[in-house]
């Protein structure tokens, strides 16, 4: 008697040899797009060359840019995840084209949403109980959804609060990492190429910073951590950070206090719905404080503590009432190690200070390692650091633009640039980013200028008049240099 034949599953079949074969797919698509982007400026570069008109040659790169733009949209809006992360790093409007800016600002928060009866699955094994008996509400429709997780709106049993509950993705993890090394083997091609930077240690550091982000145990005892400093030594914290729920926290479900606000990319819809003039002295003063009360946090975080949250990008930042500003997302945070708190804030000095002398003894302490390829060594070093370390451009730049030939990279090559310090560089451009979109021009490294007397003078390597906490606030909110 023949054996009963065996049942075969198709479907589940086709649905392995999928999920087997999707980090090829992948490879092999961001490979494709990258060469022809790659490729296309290229070319350009060279046809661009024979044309002597400037007002042609400007307007050819703008159409080129336009072109590229879309091609980068679609590449990280197709293959979403990591992607969504870069365009958030390069589409801002000190750093990239006007063209890309325009196209890679809506990416933002835009990854697709898992459905809700994934995250109600998800939910139920993390907490080990029925959904029904947690919550007393839960909001089907995500208030956002990102490259690792979405957020839900909800209640909990008893209750009068609302909170926002924070869920994975499933199954994103292996495929960031793919994106990631796919990445960095590109980078090093560039950085022998085109960019002299040491391009490849920045995206290890990006390697080792999202794969922290898949524990939010990580994330939420960091939140607790920034939040109890802040309010700390601050009478009145400058940013609002989230209160954690501890008993609703496991390594891929997040419990906080919800916190009612506005996205700051949505800020100026909010000011034209308010009937206010978005130039006149109300909301400038309003932006004003926004970003007093950001960079007050951020140097207090990175110069006295060391340990920062690592990603302003806008969707993590929400304006509430009164011009108050609320930090989120605290996946990416950096514990920076003393010698290099200490080397940052001398950087910081000699930046405010306008000390090309001190800016390259500081490069040479953080260990930052360079090669002139100019005359004048010390004033391009300076002009590099400022370019790297200040949210104000030097005078003459209004855009970072390292395929330029007169691009201080170009003229300063970076040949180490320690992982550490990516984080410190990546958070200093997004608050660039953002006052650049605010409409606001100013140095970081100015209002920091107390703070970082105040670190080296704890450590016994500062000279000069005694700093004192409250001098440091008063200094900050004293020295506002915006200037449209």
Same mark, same amino acid.
Request: aromatic share 0%; glycine share 8%; proline share 0%.
């Given at each position: 008697m023949l054996p009963p034949p065996i049942a075969v599953d198709l479907n589940d079949i086709k649905q392995k040899l999928s999920v087997h074969f999707r980090p090829f797919q992948r490879s092999f698509q961001f490979w494709v797009r990258a060469i022809d982007i790659y490729t296309g400026y290229k070319v350009f570069q060279l046809r661009v060359n024979f044309v002597k008109d400037v007002q042609k040659q400007e307007a050819m790169w703008e159409r080129q840019h336009e072109l590229a733009a879309d091609k980068i949209f679609s590449m990280c809006s197709d293959l979403g995840g990591f992607f969504l992360k870069i365009a958030q790093i390069i589409g801002k409007p000190d750093l990239a084209p006007a063209a890309w800016v325009k196209r890679l600002v809506t990416l933002c928060d835009q990854a697709p949403a898992t459905s809700y009866d994934t995250v109600k699955l998800v939910l139920e094994n993390e907490l080990g109980l029925c959904i029904d008996d947690v919550f007393d509400r839960f909001d089907v429709e995500p208030l956002g959804s990102a490259s690792i997780a979405q957020v839900h709106r909800a209640r909990l049993k008893?209750?009068?609060?609302?909170?926002?509950?924070?869920?994975q993705h499933p199954g994103v993890q292996d495929l960031m990492m793919t994106d990631i090394r796919n990445l960095q083997a590109f980078a090093l091609y560039m950085q022998k190429t085109d960019i002299k930077f040491d391009l490849y240690s920045v995206t290890k550091e990006m390697e080792t910073q999202i794969g922290y982000e898949f524990d939010f145990m990580r994330e939420a005892t960091a939140m607790e951590r920034i939040r109890k400093f802040l309010y700390k030594i601050n009478k009145r914290t400058p940013v609002l950070v989230p209160r954690v729920i501890r008993n609703m926290v496991t390594r891929r479900v997040l419990v906080m206090e919800y916190i009612d606000g506005v996205p700051i990319m949505n800020l100026g819809d909010e000011i034209a719905k308010r009937g206010i003039n978005p130039h006149g002295k109300v909301a400038v003063a309003a932006k004003q404080k926004i970003l007093q009360s950001l960079t007050l946090a951020y140097g207090q975080m990175i110069l006295k503590s060391g340990f920062f949250h690592a990603d302003p990008h806008p969707g993590? @930042?929400?304006?509430?009432?009164?011009?108050?500003?609320?930090?989120l997302d605290y996946g990416?945070?950096?514990d920076l190690p003393e010698e290099l708190r200490l080397g940052y804030a001398n950087l910081v000095l000699a930046i405010a200070n306008g000390d090309p002398v001190r800016a390259s003894e500081s490069y040479r302490e953080l260990g930052i390692d360079t090669l002139s390829n100019c005359e004048n060594e010390q004033q391009e070093m300076f002009k590099l650091a400022q370019t790297m370390f200040d949210t104000k451009l030097p005078p003459g730049v209004k855009m970072l633009q390292p395929f330029s030939e007169d691009s201080s990279i170009k003229k300063i090559a970076v040949q180490a640039f320690p992982e550490e310090l990516f984080? @410190?560089?990546?958070?200093?451009?997004?608050?660039?980013?953002l006052s650049v979109g605010l409409g606001l021009n100013y140095s970081c490294a100015e209002q920091w200028r107390p703070i970082a007397e105040e670190a080296l003078s704890q450590a016994g390597r500062f000279k000069g008049k005694n700093v004192k906490h409250g001098g440091i606030i008063r200094g900050i909110v004293k020295s506002l240099f915006w200037r449209n």
């Open positions: 008893g209750d009068k609060d609302d909170v926002v509950v924070k869920v993590n @930042i929400l304006i509430c009432k009164g011009s108050e500003v609320a930090l990416q945070v950096k984080s @410190i560089l990546r958070t200093v451009h997004l608050l660039r980013g």
